[in-house]
């Protein structure tokens, strides 16, 4: 009987899995009840070129130390496309890492739309 972590772990394996085979750089998101992160990883799986989170000292500034939030994940969100861009990145693949497309993750990605990010 797997518990909740594993079954996060082994759907998450699953689609990195999947994505590989794409060969583009992904969009990886990660987030714990306090933070959430955001990293652009090249297609061959070795390099960051980019990363973002709530963790950061001038985005938990602009937050008021509010980390937890759909308003937090969008601003990762749009900064993470910045720093993408900035990179040379435009296309991504999207990698929720076994978490469910609602909430944070959802803001997250939304935001990463919006700022030019296409995936």
């Known amino acids: ?58 985005v938990s500034k602009a937050l008021g130390g ?7 994940a969008t601003a990762v969100g749009k900064r993470i496309a910045e720093k993408a861009k900035a990179a040379g990145v435009e296309k991504v693949a999207f990698d929720r890492a076994g978490f469910a497309y609602h909430g944070r993750v959802k803001a997250l990605a939304e935001a990463a739309r919006e700022a030019g990010l296409q995936f």
């Open 1 to 58: 009987m797997l518990n909740k972590k594993d079954q996060r772990v082994r759907r998450s394996r699953q689609t990195r899995i999947r994505i590989a085979t794409q060969g583009v750089a992904r969009l990886s998101v990660n987030r714990t009840n306090l933070h959430i992160y955001a990293q652009v990883i090249s297609g061959d799986g070795a390099t960051v070129l980019a990363s973002a989170s709530t963790a950061e000292a001038d």
């Open 66 to 72: 509010k980390g937890s939030n759909a308003a937090a």
